[in-house]
């Protein structure tokens, strides 16, 4: 009895671990039922959704400083998983607010309450991903989240380029998923273990054929790869990012990439590094596989290809596609050096992100409400005719490539010394290479915006009250933490140690 009594006693602590699921479990099922009692209201499920992310909060709040492993290591709740559910949250709140505010959404009088319990859905399945410590746990996580994702990015079905990224989307969806769970039936094999924890405890303690480990492990983070936009595994990005409404599209570039950066640096941390008490910052390797070299060169191609692909776009979306599997590959720059630095960079990149990259697809779908296109020769002359939104946009850009005063040199600084620090000179040279070329296709939409077509009559483009306050939402923080960022470091440096049960 003794062994049942703390089997109950497990389950009770893990249960209430689970309080923020379960509202967004809730918030899902009401926003769905308020949808159909109020027929008439098509915001309704919106407003539900919003209340419901702001409850989750406060209790993800209650759970900062936790570190306890649920549901028999199904899950761990730590500061490191708080971190990045708190940016997913923040995330799909901006996003709701910018659907408010879509024309593209409501300009059909579709029905609206599928798409916020999707976007609720899609938040749990995030969550679920950020704190995963079990091998099929983290599968499920995945196909939770991408199974709402799907829907979203074909949720303008009138539209053929949306039905068409909906489809690619599942396409590669479901071949990536095959991979990823190929490699963990042999990791499987292998260790005779799903559970990271014992997985790490195997590798200490035995020996494993390191090319079966190699091939099971690259495809395990190939299902990783996909999620973060990473090359050889970016191919679905820039159709579904083009044909997705534009909300949808900001969301997948930022919540759907940090769920996987999450994941990966926990799978890192926890499977492969050997987990020393008092010496965790120390990131030492148990198995012969270089995660070092392999996270560098998918950084590398990632970036690069990001960058130089980008230069030839003419679509805004497409553009800010390829700019985020660009920014994919200098995150990865931070996750290559395998330390506590490199992941905090990660962690204090992915907040300024954020901010500057849901600030600039914002712009887009305000810009898309008036004229009816995301074609940039269709921006010429648009820092006239909206003067605060071409402030802003060019305030987002310049954060984008990385330069001072705003939040993305931040950003940038800490990855680029993270990588310097740890003796990977040939990295951050690549990476400022990029960002020079990144620099190259964000100036054409500034000159675009101010020296073409500056005599034209056209008129010029109002915006209400609500919609320019959001844009500050974006802007102020992108502008401010480029100056005072003390405190996304010292959050970014508290939630950096993944719990390892020791």
């Known amino acids: 009895m003794p062994q049942l009594d703390i089997f109950l006693e497990n389950l009770k602590i893990s249960v209430g671990m689970f309080i923020p699921e379960f509202i967004l479990t809730a918030t899902f099922i009401l926003a769905i039922l308020f949808d159909l009692i109020f027929k008439k209201s098509r915001n309704i499920s919106g407003y539900v959704t919003l209340l ?87 599968y499920l996580a995945i196909e939770t989240m991408s199974i709402s994702s799907y829907i979203l990015a ?31 039936s042999l990791i499987f094999g292998l260790t005779g273990h799903l559970n990271l924890f014992e997985i790490n405890k195997f590798f200490a303690t035995n020996d494993v054929d390191i ?55 926990r799978f890192l941390k926890v499977t492969f590094i050997d987990s020393i008490p008092g010496y965790d910052s120390i990131w030492t390797t148990l198995s012969g596989i270089d995660w070092n070299f392999v996270i560098a060169v998918l950084s590398v191609l990632t970036m690069t290809l990001g960058n130089l692909v980008a230069v030839w776009q003419t679509n805004m979306k497409r553009l800010l596609a390829y700019s985020s599997i660009a920014h994919a590959g200098y995150l990865l720059m931070g996750v290559a050096v395998l330390n506590d630095t490199g992941a905090a960079s990660v962690l204090i990149y992915f907040l300024v992100y954020m901010l500057m990259n849901l600030g600039a697809f914002y712009i887009v779908m305000l810009i898309s409400n008036k004229i009816g296109s995301e074609d940039i020769e269709d921006y010429n002359g648009l820092g006239y005719r909206a003067p605060v939104l071409g402030v802003c946009m060019t305030l987002f850009l310049i954060s984008l490539t990385g330069l001072p005063p705003t939040a993305g040199f931040i950003g940038k600084l800490f990855v680029f010394s993270a990588v310097i620090n740890a003796g990977y000179l040939w990295l951050a040279v690549i990476g400022v290479l990029n960002s020079v070329v990144s620099l190259y296709y964000y100036v054409k939409i500034f000159k675009n915006m101010y020296l073409k077509d500056v005599e034209s009559q056209k008129p010029a483009l109002e915006y209400s009250a609500p919609a320019i306050i959001l844009l500050m939402v974006f802007a102020i923080p992108t502008l401010v933490f480029g100056i005072f960022y003390g405190p996304i470091v010292s959050w970014a440096n508290n939630s950096v140690h993944i719990f390892l049960g020791n």
């Open 52 to 138: 419901g992310f702001i409850v989750t909060g406060i209790f993800l709040y209650l759970q900062v400083g936790t570190n306890y492993r649920a549901f028999a290591d199904l899950l761990v709740i730590d500061d490191f998983g708080s971190f990045f559910k708190f940016l997913i949250l923040i995330t799909s709140f901006l996003i709701v607010l910018m659907s408010l505010l879509s024309k593209e959404l409501y300009s059909e009088h579709r029905k609206l309450g599928e798409y916020y319990s999707m976007i609720a859905g899609m938040t749990f399945g995030m969550f679920l991903l950020c704190g995963a410590s079990n091998l099929i746990m983290i």
């Open 154 to 184: 074909g949720y303008t079905k009138e539209v053929k380029r949306a039905s068409e990224a909906s489809l690619k989307y599942v396409i590669y969806g479901a071949i990536s998923s095959g991979i990823m769970i190929f490699g963990i």
């Open 211 to 265: 090319f079966a480990l190699g091939i099971s492990s690259l495809m395990i983070v190939a299902g990783f790869g996909y999620k973060i936009s990473a090359v050889p595994f970016h191919f679905w990005t820039p159709d579904v990012y083009e044909g997705a409404p534009v909300t949808i599209t900001a969301y997948l570039s930022v919540a759907s990439k940090a769920a996987g950066f999450a994941v990966l640096l």
